[in-house]
């Protein structure tokens, strides 16, 4: 599974294995592998040369990208609540006001 987003292209880790596992029933949530350290430095490279292209933006640009992404948390906050309750062992309640 392409779990790593970089320079515009999902990629999957070539780096060390590992699991995340719910702290209360020590079910696996989720299996993969880590970024290795080559592409640690090319997400860093392009987050870097991605800056340039954010800087010129307007505000009211920004503005918008970031309303656009407040907007996906809100439309996916149920989901989003759940996986941090189950990644955290929080109680719901407690990981819906983390959403939000």
Known sequence: ???HYIA???QQGTGAA???LNPVSQAVLWSGRAAAAEQV???VLAAREA???W???TLEQRIEVLEA???CL?????QLAHCIGEETGKPLWESATEVT
């Open 41 to 43: 430095a090319a997400a």
């Open 69 to 71: 992404f407040a907007g």
């Open 1 to 3: 599974m392409a779990t």
């Open 8 to 10: 515009g292209n999902w």
């Open 74 to 78: 809100k439309a996916h906050a149920d």
């Open 51 to 53: 800056f340039a292209a």
């Open 18 to 20: 590992f699991s995340s």
């Open 55 to 57: 800087a010129m933006r």
